[in-house]
């Protein structure tokens, strides 16, 4: 072989050994265990051959299996910087989303850095493939039947009897189930696969055990309406410290001073995975007994019918109607939320509102919800999920509240621009509970007021600043003539199922009242 051949063929080798080491030095991956290393290198030494046989260009290959790990490694050290997590499985499912919806992604990773980056690769890759010499003769159709045959055996492994075989193989690795622990003992690549092997052997046991029948409590002539919003990022900021002024968010003082009950709501996820968070206070299962499933539950678990609260209602003759003012596809909530027992989902088609910056406001959606409970009647369930003050909170759009704008100076926070724009938001869904408070008690009917944070937003900057690391968001119940307020810390997992009970009345023997009193018993 010539001398520039084989400067061509170690050059590939040589990008496609650091397409391995690149994302292994962001997870912190040890070099223990020949079945881990060979495990976690085969997909990127299963790309480079691929590719080297289809073109006969090692470089090219090298070159381009680099860039798709590259990418990799910018995604998880993005994650774990913003979302304190590193790639998960599930992430799969998402990936069409950066391209539907790229202005939820980019701009945390960096728009910049990933399109110079993509447009630097495509470049180059493109000018390897019309320069470089081939150094052996292209064999694309092989290579095409080589791909069809592993996609072939992907299919018979991912049925049983072989999905069964192949966890149970991949078991002897002994996984934690924790992704921050997998990366660093099997390394990234090799974590991915085991727990995508593990999970969906797992699933159909744990989806017929959630599928049980729900219990169904008391149908109540009177049955009060329940509205339950889900709030994109809400928790109560002046936790900060503070320069975050004291009047921030008067709606939700006033709610929480009339309230039931409120506190601390302990979610299953920071900064993004809002689904999580969701899933938990719809069903009331707690992320325990979900598995690997744990990390994105729509992901495949919740495509089938799944008991839920949701359930509980529709089952007592409750309408139960879903609100959410995006793309109705986004985590695949049109399959998941008909399995948790929606009657109707309605998104920004049916809202007529923009499905891109700037969303529909909170003050806004809140009219819209009173609209549609006074059409569905006196009986009727509305999970509400917001958009309006979903991140990224970029520099650029309207003029930020002079009254928030006042409170630091944006230079002497990390992400203070951020921070302030977020806030403003946060006014904002401080006036979602200023209409739908006085909206609900126009009506007289015992309306149920439920409102709550998906989880904190992703501002790790701005909160190390103010030395914030707590990882809870905010809740509030809101029924009419309730007794005086309780503060009760909840899990997201009891939250939905405290409203339904109070809604139902009895639930498994216990009173509604009995059951409130003891949560509300310090543990």
């Not at 691929?50 to 050290?77: E, K, N, Q, Y």
């Not at 917001?386 to 009254?403: E, Q, V």
């Not at 739908?436 to 790790?460: K, N, T, V």
Request: hydrophobic share 50%; with cysteine; aromatic share 8%.
């Amino acid at each position: 072989m010539e001398p520039l051949a084989l400067l061509h063929l170690g050059a590939g080798f040589a990008l496609a050994a650091l397409a391995w080491l690149l994302p292994r030095h962001i997870a912190g991956a040890r070099w223990t265990g020949t079945v881990p290393l060979l495990l976690d290198a085969a997909p990127l030494a299963l790309g480079v051959a691929l590719l080297s046989l289809a073109t006969g260009r090692p470089l090219f290959a090298g070159l381009i299996v680099l860039a798709l790990a590259a990418g990799f490694a910018l995604a998880d050290h993005t994650m774990r910087q913003t979302l304190r997590e590193p790639v998960v499985f599930s992430e799969s499912v998402e990936l069409p989303q950066v391209f539907t919806h790229p202005h939820l992604y980019l701009p945390f990773a960096g728009p910049g850095l990933v399109l110079g980056g993509a447009a630097a690769a495509v470049s180059v890759a493109a000018a390897l493939l019309v320069f470089e010499p081939p150094l052996w003769t292209p064999r694309p159709a092989l290579a095409l039947i080589i791909v069809t045959l592993l996609a072939i055996a992907a299919g018979l492994i991912a049925r049983e009897p072989l999905l069964g075989r192949a966890a149970a193989m991949a078991r002897r690795l002994k996984p934690s189930g924790e992704p921050f622990a997998d990366a660093v003992a099997l390394g990234p690549f090799a974590m991915l696969l085991i727990h995508a092997l593990i999970a969906p052997a797992e699933r159909p046991a744990r989806q017929c055990a959630l599928g049980a029948p729900s219990v169904v409590g008391q149908r109540r002539g009177d049955a009060a309406p329940i509205v339950l919003v889900q709030c994109e990022s809400f928790f109560d900021a002046r936790r900060l410290g503070p320069p975050i002024g004291r009047d921030l968010l008067p709606a939700f003082d006033e709610c929480r001073a009339a309230a039931a009950f409120s506190g601390r709501l302990e979610v299953p996820g920071w900064g993004a995975n809002t689904m999580r968070t969701e899933f938990a206070v719809l069903t009331g299962i707690p992320e325990t007994e979900l598995g690997y499933d744990r990390f994105n539950p729509y992901y495949a678990l919740a495509r089938v019918p799944i008991a839920s609260q949701v359930c509980r209602l529709r089952d007592a003759g409750y309408r139960t109607i879903c609100v959410h003012p995006f793309d109705r596809r986004f985590f695949r909530r049109d399959l998941a939320m008909p399995a948790l027992g929606f009657d109707t989902f309605l998104d920004h088609k049916a809202l007529g509102v923009s499905c891109r910056p700037p969303y529909c406001s909170d003050p806004d959606l809140a009219h819209h919800v009173l609209r549609l409970l006074g059409e569905a009647g006196p009986r009727s369930f509305i999970f509400v999920i917001t958009m309006g003050n979903h991140g990224p909170w970029l520099a650029k759009g309207p003029p930020i509240d002079s009254r928030i704008a006042r409170l630091f100076a944006t230079e002497t926070v990390p992400d203070g621009t951020a921070l302030q724009r977020y806030l403003d938001g946060l006014r904002r869904s401080d006036e979602m509970l200023a209409v739908l408070m006085p909206g609900l008690e126009q009506r007289r009917d015992g309306a149920i007021l439920g409102f709550y944070g998906d989880h904190l937003p992703s501002l790790s900057q701005a909160f190390a600043h103010f030395g914030f690391v707590e990882p809870h968001s905010d809740y509030v119940v809101w029924p009419q003539g309730a007794a005086a307020p309780l503060r009760r810390d909840l899990p997201a997992h009891q939250l939905g199922r405290m409203i339904v009970d109070q809604a139902l009345g009895p639930h498994s023997g216990i009173a509604a009242d009995e059951m409130m009193r003891a949560l509300a018993t310090p543990s």
